[in-house]
Nanobody
Framework: QVQLVESGGGLVQAGGSLRLSCAAS????????IGWYRQAPGKQRELVAT???????NVADSMKGRFTISRDNAKNTVYLQMNSLKPEDTAVYYC??????????WGKGTPVTVSS
């Protein structure tokens, strides 16, 4: 089992920045990919960015150049740096882990609101 706790969400004006953090605990040795998804009101959950055990990152095309994912293995934490935020980035952001066996774990989410 892996437990995930997100933090760093909040209210920001368009053009601003936020950094989300996701701290993992429990059986962290089983983690393969770790990353972020988001779900806006009335929309499906979508991929934001993931990073694997070799620190190879994948960022959704619509967020490339604005969002950066990184991980600190010593702290078992993954970060999402979000710059040049837009109102359409408003969503609940969820941390996600995919284990080596294919299991998935989710955090409870942290809300991000971008005002125009």
């Amino acid at each position: 089992q892996v437990q995930l706790v997100e933090s760093g969400g909040g209210l920001v004006q368009a053009g601003g920045s936020l950094r989300l953090s996701c701290a993992a605990s429990g059986s962290i040795f089983i983690i393969n990919n770790i990353g972020w998804y988001r779900q806006a009101p009335g929309k499906q959950r979508e991929l934001v960015a993931t990073i694997d055990r070799s620190n190879s990152a994948n960022v959704a095309d619509s967020m490339k150049g604005r969002f950066t994912i990184s991980r600190d293995n010593a702290k078992n934490t993954v970060y999402l740096q979000m710059n040049s935020l837009k109102p359409e980035d408003t969503a609940v952001y969820y941390c996600n882990v995919q284990s080596l066996s294919g299991s998935e774990y989710w955090g409870k989410g942290t809300p991000v609101t971008v005002s125009s």
